[in-house]
């Protein structure tokens, strides 16, 4: 049974607040696979409360289960690969990037660049495809002689944050911006007076309403789609965007950093 007809079956016994659920969900599918309940409830204009007893009387476990149930019916329309399946993993790059390119604020990208620049200790978390831009920020933060520590581990990245003091700085990668193990050490690094900085596509998420300063990215996925490329590639957007503008404002130190670390490998590299 499709998830329409599982709706409208129930729609005259649920109340008032929760057939406008219905109502949303029915015109607005598409949207649902992406949005977060906090998101959904605000566009609906009821109460997450009200959201989770309309799934629950369709018979779902929760929202998240929702989710599920429309990205399923909407892949199993889909019929396979489209024939110009390449055009469309390309135009999802592109739209993933110019999306979070819309999202940018260059105030908070110099702010963030500062706060590096200044961290005693910068640890970045990050776990599933997100512990990959963690690791990529690591990397070209070295280049620029700034040392900082990618966590991809959830136990790790707790008992790091135990460690966290105010002068430091935690960078957390998480496309929902809901994932329990970064929530978990986002929480324990702010009760321990660090700064956070959140990378992920959703304002209202736990982990972007913990932070100190947010930055959006818009590769969304449904839940059918983890560890999309277009979801990696806007992460890994920001994270180039911020070390360049770290490497733009602290210039000399960058550069003669970025020579130093270049000159160290140069002699692995054979000649071409």
Known sequence: MSYRAIIESYYPSLTKGEQRVADYILKNEQNVIYQSLKEISKSIGVGEATVIRFCNKIGLTGFQELKLMLAKESSDNEDGFPDN?????????INAINKTKDLLDVDLLNEVADLIYKGKRILIYGVGSSGIAAQDMQSKLLRYGKFSLSVTDAHYQLMNSATLAKEDLVIAFSLSGYTEDIIDSVKLAKENNATIVAICNH??????????FTILTA????????????????????TDLICTTYATRYKDEASQMRLKTSKSISHKTKEV
């Open 85 to 93: 399946y390449i055009d469309k993993v390309t135009d999802n790059i």
């Open 203 to 212: 304002i209202l998420s736990p982990v972007a309403e913990m932070a100190d």
């Open 219 to 238: 590769g969304k996925e449904s839940p059918f789609e983890g560890g999309s490329l277009a979801g990696k590639i806007s992460q890994e957007y920001i």
